[in-house]
């Protein structure tokens, strides 16, 4: 099992953003440190209500941070840019991050972002795939000609390519099932977001099965999965502490609606039990374990990206969360591929 920290870095308005972002960089510290295999942050534009740094700088900078960990983008909002512009940073960030770079890529949800960048919300499907196709052209090909209503090309070469060859692997985040299908025929994987719970994760995995079977593609050799987390000595300190920032995040989630573009079941208009219940993994290391223990044993999912901070929970409450997951988890997690053991399971351990 592979594990990396997923770093949001949204922060209340008037957050003094130069501090918040070094707090960000002890994040990263502690998890370079103490063996995390990855760093992973993700994109919005226009996100009312917080502060945020945008993903390429912000991960330019990481990387000066991140050692031998791999860098994530989780995820570039794809139908929003220019494929010329994608395809020379993506290559750029795959060199700062010495070919030890995902390309992660999404569809996007929200109005405003549509109308920020004039993508009509109709277009947006097909600007993804046109735009991931031309990248890949860009990337792979010497003298490339194209003319849309995205960009027009005569015979252009890359200022950059990737270190990685023919390019860095490209995760496709789905939530939908379409989606999902659309993240098998077009993806090296599909990337597991944080939003669903495990049993519409579960049934859609025998959509993407499916639709890889279909095509053929083989199943991809990394599944990953985004998942929001809190490791305290017990479940109630992790809901005392963490309960009110995820709240706080899924009602913005919510307001954003980001929920009318999950299946009809995932609404979250809900009490936060419910709503916390087989999403977020909330506890002691031991509770901690025994709920993603699912995640490998039933789904598969080999890759887990755990987001431990929220817009609003001090650094030192993350850090505490870190070190638990560190010092005790990380090492059971570690066993999954060879024993498929660790801790003991225990009655009633389920979110």
Known sequence: MKVGIYLTNQHPPGTDMVSALEEQLVMVRMARDRGWDAV????????????Q??????????AAEAGEMTGIAGVLLLPLHNPVEVAEHIASLDVIWKGNFVFGVGLGYRDVEFDAFRVPRGHRIRRFEDCLALVKRLWTEEAVSCESDICKLDKVTMTIRPVQQPYPPIWVAATTDRAVQRAAR???????????????VTRQLGVYRAELSRLPRPFPR?????????????RATALEIAGPHLANKYGTYARWGQDDALPATETFQRPFEELARNRFILGSPEDCYQQLRPYWETAGINYSLLRTHWSGL???????????????LLPALRRVPTTGVG???RAGAGS
């Not at 077009?186 to 519409?200: A, E, N, Q, R």
């Not at 001090?314 to 005790?328: C, F, G, K, T, V």
């Open 186 to 200: 077009l993806g090296d994987t599909w990337f597991i977001g944080p939003h669903t719970s495990l049993t519409t």
């Open 53 to 62: 740094l945008q993903l390429v700088p912000f991960l330019s900078r990481l």
């Open 40 to 51: 992973a942050t993700g994109q919005h534009y226009l996100s009312a209500g917080m502060r």
């Open 222 to 234: 990394n599944l990953p999965v985004l998942r929001e987390i809190f490791c305290a000595r017990d």
């Open 314 to 328: 001090p650094l030192s409450a993350a850090l505490y969360s870190m070190r638990l997951i560190s010092d005790e």
């Open 343 to 345: 801790f003991p399971p």
